[in-house]
Every structure is written in structure tokens, then in C-alpha cells.
């Protein structure tokens, strides 16, 4: 059992979370959350339009490799602007440490991956079940729980650049590691590159090749011996960026 300062330094950041939460109401980043799935929906019915087996194809594709990275980038942003807005009010008047109230911002924004890779998954299954796919249905609820877990560690990586650096630097970032994951995930040093592993792990639950193509059987990116190495590597990643991230951001001094 948790002892009774571990249980109430989970309960301050149970409470943080929920006040993020409720932060959020009639907010842009609310509303970017199923806006962005939304969007990634509407581009691959046009962009698909005729076709047979290619709808939940792209949307997956389209989802992973472009739309949850800007988006994941923007939302960030808009969470330290926020806090910028009013002064970061809550480390200069609430008795609610630095590393609390970021660590409570992170797992929303963990949440909030999730509820947009599951909004995905429901469009492009009913999607695809109306205009014919190949991506198998308990794939892609699978996938929903892979994207989250080997998305994380942007968090802590685009909270760092927009608080550092602004938003331009950051949606650059985002564009960077975007690019170069769909580059390399098809290579042997897949590993080597964080934002590769979830475009390579994905292939043998979507059936998707990181360029977006249909991968046919035989095809070697449809082994699944990469998943486990590929979860515990993204794991590893975000415990790091995590880590260092909070350090930073609990040494640095708050601008009033």
C-alpha cells in the first residue's frame, strides 16, 4: 500500500490533471483534439475518393506520419501560452511545486493522445467498413495503444521547445522528426531514431509501409519481432525526456 505522503503526491497530481482538465473547457486545445482526426478523416476520403482498400489506409498514414505530431505540437504550445497568459500563476501563488504541476500537464496531454488515436480508430473503422480496406480491425485497435505509448516522449520535447525556444522552433522540430522517422523507419537502424520507431511498429498491425503503400504478404516490415524493442526504446525515451524536462523546468525561474 502507498504510504500517506505517497498517497497525497498522487492525489496533487490526480487533482492537477482534473484542473487541466477543466482549463480546457471551450478551449482551443479542446477543440484541436478532435478537430485534428477530424481533418486527417476528411483528407483521406478526398484524397481517396474512387479508390477501393485505401480509406483507412490513409488515414493511418496520414495520421501518424503529419497530423498527431502538429498537432501534439500545437496543443503544447497552447499549454504554455496559457501559463505564460496569467503569469504562471499557480507556481507563484499556489503551494503546488513546479514539477507537480508540469508532471499533471503531461499525463493530460498523454490522455489527450489517446482520445485522438482512438477518435481515428473509430473513424477509419466505420470508414473502411463502408468503402472497403485492408487494415484489420483488431490491428488498428492495437495501434491505437502502440501510437500513444511510442508518442509520448514528444511531450516533454515540445513542452521544452516551446517554453525555450517559441512555436516556430517547435513545429519545426515537429517537422523534422516527422520526416526523418519516415525516412529511416524502413531501415536496418530503424532503433537508432525515436520518431522512426512508431511508423515501423505499426506495420504489422496496419499493414501499412511507412510510405503509405499496402504491405503485401512477405513483405520483412511485417515482422513483429520489432514491436517490444520498439515499445521499450520509446519507453526509455520518454523516462529520459521526462526526467530531464521537469529538471529543467524545476531550476528555472518563473517570469512575472
Not at 9 to 32: F, G, H, P, W
Not at 137 to 161: H, S
Not at 164 to 180: C, K, P, Q, Y
Amino acid at each position: 500500500m502507498l504510504s500517506e505522503e505517497k498517497e497525497r503526491q498522487v492525489n496533487a497530481v490526480i487533482d492537477i490533471v482534473k484542473a487541466e482538465y477543466q482549463k480546457t473547457k471551450r478551449s482551443m486545445r479542446r477543440n484541436l483534439i478532435w478537430a485534428f482526426p477530424a481533418i486527417t478523416l476528411a483528407l483521406a476520403f478526398i484524397l481517396t475518393l474512387g479508390m477501393t482498400n485505401s480509406y483507412a489506409e490513409s488515414v493511418w498514414n496520414w495520421w501518424y506520419t503529419l497530423l498527431l505530431p502538429g498537432m501534439l505540437a500545437i496543443v503544447c504550445h497552447l499549454t504554455v501560452a496559457q501559463e505564460k497568459k496569467t503569469h504562471y500563476y499557480h507556481l507563484t501563488t499556489l503551494p503546488i511545486s513546479k514539477k507537480k504541476l508540469m508532471t499533471g500537464k503531461i499525463i493530460w496531454l498523454g490522455c489527450a493522445i489517446l482520445l485522438a488515436n482512438s477518435i481515428v480508430f473509430a473513424g477509419a473503422s466505420l470508414g473502411g467498413l463502408l468503402l472497403t480496406t485492408r487494415v484489420p480491425l483488431r490491428g488498428a485497435a492495437i495501434a491505437v495503444l502502440l501510437l500513444t505509448v511510442t508518442q509520448l516522449w514528444e511531450i516533454p520535447v515540445f513542452l521544452f521547445f516551446s517554453e525555450r525556444f517559441g512555436m516556430i522552433a517547435e513545429l519545426l522540430l515537429s517537422l523534422f522528426v516527422t520526416v526523418g522517422g519516415t525516412i529511416i523507419a524502413p531501415s536496418k537502424i530503424w532503433y537508432l531514431f525515436v520518431s522512426a520507431i512508431p511508423m515501423r511498429i505499426l506495420c504489422p498491425y496496419l499493414h501499412i509501409l511507412p510510405n503509405g503503400l499496402p504491405a503485401e504478404a512477405g513483405e520483412p516490415l511485417l515482422n513483429q519481432s520489432v514491436v517490444v524493442p520498439g515499445i521499450c526504446l520509446s519507453v526509455l525515451w520518454f523516462a529520459l525526456t521526462n526526467v530531464l524536462f521537469l529538471k529543467w523546468f524545476e531550476k528555472r525561474e518563473v517570469q512575472v
